[in-house]
């Protein structure tokens, strides 16, 4: 099993839609947990952490369920500008993060 | 402030050379990463580095080897080039174990 798991999709969505990724960590010891973007050939950028209770960056919302160790990314009023691969990443007790494969979204007008 | 750097963009090289990869940082970071991803693979950590003067392996470090002899550069070298290692190559840094990590812009190697 894959120490982080996402569904590849892709995801094509309107603009103005909202859609969700879930991602689930093997590793009960998980302590940070991240969602990156990733544009086509280009390198992963930081898009947020997520914390505990749920944090909400304008129209993005992250949620961790530690119970059941899995993660979720919501975007609401997709933009054109939403379409890129989004990895979800996770740190055990180390320096090093986990990534997922990554969920792709493909929004269109 | 550039951030992550990494040279070159590009590189072919025949297989068995050799080469290094060079990645700068100008963020004081103390922990520096190279990864390489693959189509359906996702980012693999080859080395890290905690601070300089460390270094240890990831989860695919053969055919590499890494230095940190100062706290801003640290260079992946691929000691014989094989077709696979044929990937895109990513540096990244992070200031310490609650942050995500900085990316550089990615070198991308083919071995022919």
């Known amino acids: 099993r894959k120490e982080v798991e996402q569904d590849p999709g892709p995801f094509n969505v309107p603009e103005g839609a909202t859609v969700a990724f879930n991602c689930t960590y093997s590793?009960?010891?998980?302590?940070?947990f991240f969602w990156y973007r990733q544009d086509c050939r280009k390198e992963p950028k930081l898009l947020m952490s997520?914390?505990?209770s749920g944090n909400e960056d304008g129209r993005f919302t992250a949620q961790l369920n530690r119970a059941s160790q899995y993660i979720s990314l919501l975007i609401r009023d997709s933009k054109l500008s939403d379409s890129a691969t989004y990895l979800c990443?996770?740190?055990?007790?180390?320096?090093?993060?986990?990534f997922g494969t990554g969920t792709r979204l493909q929004v269109f007008p | 402030n550039a951030g992550v750097t990494q040279t070159p963009k590009f590189q072919v090289l025949k297989t068995g050379q050799s080469m290094t990869l060079q990645c700068a940082q100008d963020?004081?970071?103390?922990?520096m990463y190279w990864y390489r991803q693959d189509p359906g693979m996702g980012l693999r950590l080859i080395y890290y580095?905690?601070?300089?003067?460390?270094?240890d392996k990831g989860e695919v470090p053969n055919g590499y080897n890494v230095s940190r002899s100062t706290t801003e550069d640290f260079p992946l070298r691929l000691l014989s080039a094989a077709p696979s290692q044929t990937s895109v190559y990513f540096c990244?840094?992070?200031?310490?174990?609650?942050?995500?990590?900085?990316f550089g812009s990615g070198t991308r190697l083919t071995v022919v």
């Open positions: 590793n009960s010891a998980s302590q940070s």
């Open positions: 963020m004081n970071h103390n922990s």
């Open positions: 990244a840094s992070s200031l310490d174990k609650t942050r995500g990590y900085t």
């Open positions: 997520v914390y505990s």
């Open positions: 580095s905690a601070s300089e003067g460390t270094t």
């Open positions: 990443v996770v740190r055990y007790n180390t320096d090093k993060l986990i």
